[in-house]
């Protein structure tokens, strides 16, 4: 375990202007000291909304969110027809420019709940993914 920053190991990672610039404005919303600060802060969320994803079993009934440039509203489809066994409801939204969100009702095997969730995280088009177990 590492006692203070000096021991911590650095990770370089490359984020686009407007991340970046969302970044800025969440550290300093949100009073985080710096960068790295927030960046801990939202990896440690990702690390828990996986770990409570791995306890997931049985039926579950979820919602899932999707964001997304309106460009891509045919990744969204093949991902949503690969798992219309799980949809129970569907509502797409334009939100704002050219943004989407998409809302998932889903019931059925939480292993493919896990599995539609992690098809859109790991496609880089999307631009955030939110899952909520019930």
Known sequence: MFNNSEDMPIVSISLNDDILSELDRLQKSMGFSGRSEAIRAGIRSFVAEEKQKGILSGTVHAILLVVHNDEFDDIVSGIKHSFEDLITTHLH??????????????????????????????????????????
């Open 93 to 134: 939204s334009k939100i704002e420019g050219d943004k989407c969100m998409e809302l998932f009702i889903l019931d059925g095997d939480a292993e493919r709940v896990c599995t539609i969730t992690k098809d859109f995280q790991t496609n880089k088009k999307m631009d955030n993914i939110k899952l909520v177990a019930l």
